[in-house]
């Protein structure tokens, strides 16, 4: 079973930066699919950011420009580097590991945005 622990999350003013780490607990890292979702209150989860196992790294528009994903192999860990934070950012952040067509989930950092 893989485990996926997001850390970094909490409270930040707008315009602010956050950087979120998820730490992997499997072997099968540097092959793997890694991204992150977002749900805010009242509404469905989202892709905001993926990485795959070449380096190719994909974002929700809302985010293009202000957020980075990358990952470092040799830790196990995908990071997400959040800048110029908005109030609409608020949300639970879900790391996500996909291997073998199987997906597998942290348990959500929260990130607030206060205006």
């Known amino acids: 079973q893989v485990q996926l622990v997001e850390s970094g999350g909490g409270l930040v003013q707008t315009g602010g930066s956050l950087r979120l780490s998820c730490a992997a607990s499997t072997r099968f890292f540097s092959i793997a699919t890694v991204g992150w979702y977002r749900q805010a209150p009242g509404k469905q989860r989202e892709l905001v950011a993926s990485?795959?196992?070449?380096?190719?790294?994909d974002y929700v528009d809302s985010v293009k420009g202000r957020f980075t994903i990358s990952r470092d192999n040799a830790k196990n860990t995908v990071y997400l580097q959040m800048n110029s934070l908005k109030p609409e950012d608020t949300a639970v952040y879900y790391c996500n590991l996909r291997l073998v067509g199987m997906d597998h989930w942290g348990k959500g950092t929260l990130v607030t945005v206060s205006s």
């Open positions: 990485i795959t196992n070449g380096g190719n790294t």
